[in-house]
């Protein structure tokens, strides 16, 4: 593939991130209330089964796991176009996701507290979007507000574009043959971890609904960017050109940390550097340390600004470490640096490791 096929390509992906976030929108609608209805059906049917607190890290550990088993299990197909095909696991994965709140609120006793609001709140706040109209918080106290129609559909459009956008930041890895099965299931490992520690958080804490509504949430937002009408308006998903070099590079010194790069390590640079948008340049001077035993100097202050970015490419890390069934310590070592280097806790980089057995 030549550098203006593979720029082509990144233009037809913005098309794709469009399609999913359509796709995901019309899925999610309904989801919500969905959930409710199964978890709360499953509850007066199965009295025997008591969750309390104690329990919440078990409840958490289980639909990590079961999330990463789906989309591990998907074939998916290498690049971004590969997205579109995911997308019964990816509405499979949220809907555990919203189990797992619901879960988690009952282990905490509020059961009877489990609307759609406080689910959509928790799980906007979880993926980093905030929800400070949805949710307000008063020390150990969690004010929920009831939401229009309107309001509600306006909040599926932004969690739709939340995730499309989350998804395709691990797009780099996609790129390679065998490898984007794995790094789908660790990044929805490691996502569904995230949710739900921020569940336990927010539903420790005393729950007060409101019967106030909101009629509109100008204080969400994606990114800093304007939130969508609910008119089903696409967010478009851009590659940013300032964090594709250092992830590539990060990538590259992982192959390179055993002390040489196989051949078929060298074909899945060359995938790389076709599909991921770099300047002519930066294709030079990867392809010439790559033909070296030199390591590259990374520089991630690119990646300091952006947790989305950073989480892809830790996520790509332990996929592409674990491709061939071993995960030598070399490699172990070397994502540890790296993920501190990010700003991960000990604890993050070791459950993304440990996301894939």
């Known amino acids: 593939m030549t550098i203006q096929s593979a720029q082509a390509s990144n233009v037809d992906s913005n098309d794709v991130a469009e399609k999913l976030q359509t796709q995901l929108t019309e899925k999610m609608m309904g989801l919500f209330a969905l959930v409710i209805s199964e978890r709360s059906n499953y509850?007066?049917?199965?009295?025997?089964?008591?969750?309390?607190q104690g329990s919440v890290s078990s409840?958490?550990?289980?639909?990590?796991?079961?999330?990463?088993?789906?989309?591990?299990?998907?074939?998916?197909?290498?690049?971004?176009?590969?997205?579109?095909?995911?997308?019964?696991?990816?509405v499979s994965v949220i809907h555990n996701?919203?189990?797992?709140?619901?879960?988690?609120?009952?282990?905490?006793?509020?059961?009877?507290d489990m609307n759609k609001e406080l689910l959509v709140g928790i799980f906007l706040t979880a993926l980093g979007s905030?929800?400070?109209?949805?949710?307000?918080?008063?020390?150990?106290?969690?004010?929920?507000?009831?939401?229009?129609?309107?309001v509600f559909q306006k909040?599926?459009?932004?969690?739709?574009?939340?995730?499309?956008?989350?998804?395709?930041?691990?797009?780099?890895?996609?790129?390679?043959?065998?490898?984007?099965?794995?790094?789908?299931?660790?990044?929805?490992?490691?996502?569904?971890?995230?949710?739900?520690?921020?569940?336990?958080?927010?539903?420790?804490?005393?729950?007060?609904l409101s019967d106030e509504p909101i009629e509109d949430i100008p204080t969400v937002n994606v990114s800093a960017q304007t939130l969508p009408d609910p008119t089903f308006e696409q967010a478009t998903y851009k590659r940013s050109e300032n964090v594709a070099l250092p992830k590539i590079q990060t990538l590259i010194n992982?192959?390179?940390?055993?002390?040489?790069?196989?051949?078929?390590?060298?074909?899945?640079?060359?995938?790389?550097?076709?599909?991921?948008?770099?300047?002519?340049?930066?294709?030079?001077?990867?392809?010439?340390?790559?033909?070296t035993g030199k390591n590259f100097t990374v520089n991630y202050s690119a990646l300091a600004g952006s947790p989305d970015e950073a989480i892809g490419l830790l996520v790509d890390l332990v996929a592409l470490a674990k491709?061939?069934?071993t995960f030598?310590?070399?490699?172990?070592?070397?994502?540890?640096?790296?993920?501190?280097?990010?700003?991960?806790?000990?604890?993050?980089?070791?459950?993304?490791?440990?996301?894939?057995s």
Not at 66 to 84: C, D, E, Q, R
Not at 130 to 150: D, N, P, Q
């Open 43 to 52: 509850f007066d049917q199965n009295h025997h089964e008591v969750f309390d």
């Open 59 to 90: 409840i958490i550990h289980s639909y990590s796991v079961k999330n990463a088993g789906i989309s591990g299990a998907a074939s998916l197909v290498p690049g971004p176009f590969g997205m579109l095909a995911l997308i019964p696991e990816l």
């Open 97 to 112: 996701q919203l189990a797992m709140i619901y879960d988690i609120g009952a282990a905490y006793g509020k059961k009877d």
């Open 130 to 150: 905030g929800a400070t109209s949805v949710l307000l918080m008063h020390g150990s106290k969690v004010l929920v507000k009831r939401v229009t129609l309107r």
């Open 155 to 208: 909040v599926v459009v932004l969690l739709a574009g939340r995730i499309t956008q989350q998804a395709l930041k691990s797009a780099i890895s996609k790129w390679l043959p065998g490898v984007g099965a794995v790094a789908m299931a660790a990044w929805t490992g490691y996502m569904t971890l995230q949710v739900g520690k921020k569940a336990e958080e927010i539903l420790s804490r005393e729950i007060e």
């Open 254 to 291: 992982l192959m390179k940390v055993d002390g040489a790069v196989q051949p078929e390590e060298k074909e899945y640079v060359k995938n790389i550097l076709c599909n991921a948008g770099l300047k002519a340049d930066e294709i030079a001077e990867v392809r010439s340390v790559l033909s």
């Open 323 to 325: 491709r061939d069934g």
């Open 328 to 356: 030598h310590i070399a490699e172990k070592i070397y994502i540890k640096q790296v993920g501190k280097l990010l700003g991960f806790s000990d604890s993050d980089i070791e459950e993304t490791m440990a996301t894939i």
